[in-house]
């Protein structure tokens, strides 16, 4: 009778089974027999940054930093660490772990805050060193009022329209459209094209290289020239002063650009969209500056703008690095401005992150810098392994004392999540990038003894039912029916508490709630899939079936006179015990 | 341990059961100290802090020959550097080879100097000296996303229980009862002086969780006992809890103490090989809270609940009810002598208390109310078939 609802414990076996050989097949195919283990476990720093708005009341938009996390793998990669991990934690944690001690400049480097600046091109060349070409500054013919200040000083115009005039047809236009060829006829910017412009041929003409502090009056001295001729772009990124100019490389490193000094700071637009115009057939990106931020891009376009084409690029950097480049062929009044060109979605996209992090740039806290020497991790390695082995057989000594021949089942439910447990990790690791921390372990370890809990929940159940009168196997039923629901309550509260841990809480506590909340399922699967159907098994042998005296379920020890369904075991005609071990007697 | 097993035995079948929900006072007021004196330990000694929660930086190494004057010789090393803002540093040795020394947050650069004084001074690869530094907000932070954490999980698993046990009380309970565990440990914390780091607010985080699995477990057999209570009139709410408490004692006693063997081996391997760490401060977190835990969910939760339940106006009718009919019984019987628990209404036959939310019990000597009519016949386990009856034993073949 008992059988009707004992569907086939031996095909769950199997299906357990092959699903572990399957897991463990994969670990072959993949050749990753380890877990992949944290820096606290192997040496390595761990930098913790929290990261927050300059402007604004400190919290952080997920865009901001997952630009920020871009910002610093360039700076990581920039200095030629490799194997460096750089993830986002919770809402305004970055961390960047970096394998192999002591690496104190990268504290330095990583923490600094990104800036974005717009600069205006001098000269533009190809990243690697190549032969310059011709001068071919050609003057697009345009009504000029004043006399072009840049170009005729400039020492040496190695502009090369080919290659940099503008890059992939970029080009700065204005939101008002072609109704506005020229600047001068509109009401508002009137006045102020009039003020810089005067001033720039006064200055120029009689001292070509001399730069007054302003940057739109900034022509780049000797120096600067042969530093940007030694320049290439392999070399790490320059230090991004905004008061000095820059040698700076295009994001592909194809280009490299020398800038003048930053003349619009990132803070200075206040918003940045990608998008299709009504009407329009490509990507474009388009920015609004603030008040001020709006006249002084009037003031740069309109500067710049008078210079050749090819030579009128206003550069958009960001750390250093020149994110794009577009050409200006006319000011552009009404602080208001479009990128337009050949963009991909993806292009304009970026692009447009690029300038929203730069109206709000992220600054960072350096939290935590952790750096574990290699024998400190091989320490903490081995402890957190021998504390393991240590509460593995502290578990499995009491399930043996106390359960006799029960423990056996719990010794093999341990074994078999313990090789669930260790697939899930490694495969974890190689496929989701998940590291084993100390945290980690101690969240493993923890849970034997949740996992063991379950078993417990279930054996107590199961001599309650013995104890109620029924049948050893007819209880391994009803016990189970019971038990599970328990077991179900109590592991959702376990993953819960697990779940709300990992979302919420910050740095090492992640593994932890990670390790727990994993294991916890494991637990459910186990309990399901290999304890139960384990002991419906042993419950027709006649060891565990007729309550052998070190089986764990004897009369004694369960505290009854007698298993029901049989005689005493002294009455038991020792020889032949044929009968087998049926519930439900009259 | 096969007496334990039968000492489980008889608990199940409530021969010898101890009154918990009967002296929930005592215990309640317990308790109530106990949270009081944490709460006072509290804000009068506060916690002792890690450095974690004040920012600086630590530095490790192991495998250092310590002598008497280590302490000292490192202490002027470091202070030689003349950092800036160095202050005075901490120097600790861990076990018989370890060194730690603690500074006040420092550069980079600075960092690097203490770090290649420590390692001089001590003869070891400068590889070899752990650092850890720590800004002054991490501790805040961590401890804020832990109390919002908290914040959260109670009001999710208030829900849960809510939902599982669809008894709002129950939840109250079980909050309480996992608040009073938090306080405790807390209170064990600043008493004692333990280090708080912020693996012990891991710790104490998972507790939540761990405390709140025994309740369930503890719960769960209320329920099953109570199923159906007011329908009879043999036992009152708070009897048929403790029941179901001593029910599931050995339960209880058996996980708690096999989730305290992996945590309790942690923490000693923690302790023992490497001194200190986060492996040391998550399992002492633990171990109190687990412990306390354990304590809450069979002392303080079902007690708690049964306080709860008996206010309403059936469980008091029903309390009525019983205490009247006992009385007559007594009278009547002039022997029974009123336990708390079951086994005494019954006379006797073990199934009657174990079997109370089974099936109405026609035989017995509380025979003469027709308790069975009121009480729906259900399916009595997952087998979904009709259990055996067992018959008295004198009718039973040998």
């Known amino acids: 009778m008992a059988t009707t609802t004992t569907s086939r414990p031996g095909r769950t076996l199997i299906i357990l089974g092959v699903v572990l050989v399957l897991l463990f097949g994969i670990m072959a195919i993949a050749k990753s027999w380890e877990p992949k283990l944290g820096l606290d476990l192997r040496g390595g720093t761990t930098i913790t940054l929290t990261a927050k708005s300059l402007a604004g009341g400190g919290d952080v938009t997920a865009e901001q930093l997952t630009e920020a996390k871009n910002i610093i793998s360039q700076r990581v990669n920039g200095a030629g660490i490799g194997e460096a991990e750089i993830a986002t934690s919770g809402s305004d944690h970055i961390t960047v772990a970096v394998p192999g001690a002591n690496q104190d400049s990268l504290v330095d480097q990583v923490g600094q805050t990104a800036l974005l600046y717009f600069r205006a091109v001098y000269d533009a060349q190809a990243g690697a060193p190549v032969p310059t070409a011709p001068p071919s500054a050609t003057p697009t013919g345009k009504p000029s009022t004043t006399p072009k200040p840049s170009t005729p000083p400039k020492p040496s115009t190695t502009l090369k329209p080919s290659t940099s005039a503008t890059p992939n047809g970029r080009a700065w236009s204005s939101v008002l459209g072609a109704a506005t060829p020229t600047p001068t006829p509109a009401k508002a910017s009137t006045p102020v094209p009039s003020a810089p412009v005067p001033s720039t041929p006064a200055a120029t003409p009689p001292a070509p290289p001399v730069n007054n502090g302003d940057p739109l009056n900034y022509q780049p001295d000797a120096a600067t020239q042969a530093a940007f001729a030694a320049y290439t772009c392999d070399k790490p990124a320059p230090k991004d002063e905004p008061g000095k100019p820059l040698v700076s490389c295009s994001k592909d490193k194809s280009t490299k650009y020398l800038l003048g000094p930053a003349i619009l700071k990132g803070t200075e637009l206040s918003d940045a969209t990608a998008g299709i115009p009504q009407g329009g057939l490509g ?31 206003f550069a958009i950097v960001l750390d250093g690095v020149a994110i794009s480049t577009p050409s200006v062929t006319q000011p552009i009044p009404g602080g208001q401005a479009q990128i337009t060109g050949s963009f991909t979605e993806s292009e304009a996209r970026d692009l447009a992150n690029v300038l929203k992090y730069g109206a709000l740039p992220v600054s960072f806290d350096i939290s935590e810098v952790a750096t574990i020497s290699p024998q400190l991790g091989g320490d903490q390695l081995s402890a957190g392994i021998t504390a393991g082995l240590i ?12 359960y006799r021949g029960l423990g056996l089942v719990v010794v093999l439910s341990l074994l078999a999540a313990a090789a669930l447990t260790y697939a899930c990790v490694v495969l974890l690791g190689k496929t989701m990038g998940f590291t084993l921390t100390l945290s980690g372990i101690a969240g493993l370890i923890v849970a034997i003894g949740i996992t063991a809990d379950s078993f417990v929940i279930y054996f107590e159940r199961l001599r309650d039912e013995v104890r109620e009168g029924r049948s050893l196997r007819s209880s391994v039923e009803t016990g189970w029916a019971r038990a599970k629901h328990t077991i179900i309550a109590a592991d959702s509260i376990s993953l819960l508490a697990a779940l709300v841990l990992y979302i919420l809480a910050v740095g090492s506590v992640k593994g932890f709630a990670f390790t727990l909340g994993l294991t916890t399922l ?15 098994l042993l419950a027709r042998t006649d060891f565990f079936g007729h309550g052998h005296k070190l089986s764990g379920l004897d009369p004694e020890h369960l505290g009854v006179e007698r298993l029901p369904g049989q005689m005493r075991p002294a009455d038991r005609p020792a020889a032949k015990s044929t009968r087998k071990p049926v519930g439900g007697e009259v | 341990m096969s007496k334990l097993g039968t000492i489980g035995a008889r608990l199940h079948r409530g021969e010898i059961s101890y009154d918990f929900i009967g002296k929930r006072k005592i215990w309640f007021a317990v308790s109530i ?18 450095i974690e929660f004040k920012g600086g930086v630590e530095y490790q190494t192991s495998s250092v020959k310590i002598t008497d004057d280590t302490i000292a010789d490192v202490s002027s090393a470091v202070k030689a550097t003349n950092a800036k803002d160095l202050g005075d540093p901490v120097v600790t040795t861990i076990g018989g080879e370890k060194i730690r020394v603690q500074t006040k947050p420092l550069d980079q650069a600075d960092i690097a100097r203490v770090t290649d004084a420590i390692a001089k001074e001590l003869n070891v690869p400068t590889a070899q000296v752990s650092t850890s530094q720590i800004g002054a907000s991490w501790g805040s932070q961590i401890a804020n996303k832990a109390i919002l954490a908290l ?6 698993v208030f829900g849960v229980i809510w939902i599982y046990f669809r008894e709002p009380k129950a939840s109250a309970a079980a909050i309480i009862a996992l608040v009073h565990d938090v306080f405790i440990t807390v209170g064990i914390y600043a008493l004692i002086g333990f280090d708080v780091t912020p693996a012990t607010v891991i710790g104490v985080l998972t507790i939540l969780g761990y405390s709140l699995y025994d309740t369930v477990v503890v719960f769960d057999k209320v329920r099953e006992n109570t199923r159906g209570i007011t329908g009879s009139n043999r036992y009152t709410y708070s009897d048929a809890t403790n029941l179901a408490v001593n029910q599931t004692i050995v339960r209880s006693i058996n996980t708690t103490l096999i989730a305290l063997m992996p945590v309790g ?17 998550l399992s002492l977190a633990l171990f109190v809270g687990i412990a306390v835990g354990a304590y809450s969910s069979i002392f303080i939760a079902p007690a708690l609940l049964a306080q709860f339940k008996e206010r309403e106006p059936g469980m008091q009718a029903l309390r009525r009810r019983v205490l009247a009919k006992r009385a007559a019984s007594t009278s009547k019987a002039k022997a029974g002598t009123p336990v708390a628990a079951g086994a005494v209404v019954g006379g006797g036959s073990a199934t009657d208390v174990s079997r109370l939310q089974d099936k109405p019990k026609s035989s017995g000597a509380t025979a003469g109310t027709p308790t069975a009519s009121s009480r729906p016949v259900r399916p009595t386990s997952g087998a979904g078939r009709p259990q055996p009856s067992r018959k008295p034993r004198s009718k039973r073949g040998k």
Do not use: C, H, M
């Open chain 1, 391 to 402: 509460g593995l057989g502290l578990v499995i000594i009491f399930s043996f004392l106390y």
């Open chain 2, 151 to 156: 914040i959260v999980f109670l009001v999710l």
């Open chain 2, 265 to 281: 081996s942690i923490l000693v391997v923690g302790t023992v090989v490497l001194g200190t760490g986060p492996l040391k401060d």
């Open chain 2, 33 to 50: 100290a106990l949270v009081v004196i944490s709460l006072g330990a509290l804000f009068a000694r506060g916690l002792a802090l890690g």
């Open chain 1, 522 to 536: 494991i637990d459910l699967v186990i309990v399901f899939v290999f304890t139960k159907p384990l002991v419906t």
């Open chain 1, 283 to 313: 990507w474009q990106v388009d920015l609004k500056f603030t008040g001020e931020g709006g006249e002084k891009f009037l003031n740069a376009t309109t500067a710049i703008s008078k210079k050749p084409a090819g030579a009128n690029l």
